[in-house]
């Protein structure tokens, strides 16, 4: 399944923020953007979320972006 995310990086924490009215979801990260550390946390919050190993998420498009198309697979 692909989705679209919106990171927010920085945060005080890693959570779900919800989802914007076009169905994106928007993941608060704590980890900075620098060095694909938001990257990494983003896509071990998603993998834990949805119940599968780590190697089954990746980013697909958007890696230097707010914005990303998330491959996972379930």
């Known amino acids: ?11 005080s924490r890693t959570e779900l923020a919800g989802r914007l009215a076009d169905g994106t979801w928007k993941v608060k990260v704590a ?10 946390e983003l896509c071990a919050f998603l993998a834990d979320h949805f119940g ?6 990746r980013i697909v498009s958007g890696e230097t972006s ?8 379930v």
């Open 52 to 57: 599968v190993p780590r190697s089954r998420v």
């Open 31 to 40: 980890a900075p953007p620098e060095k694909g550390k938001a990257n990494r």
């Open 66 to 73: 707010h914005l990303k198309r998330v491959r996972i697979d």
């Open 1 to 11: 399944m692909d989705i679209a995310v919106k990171v927010i990086p920085k945060s």
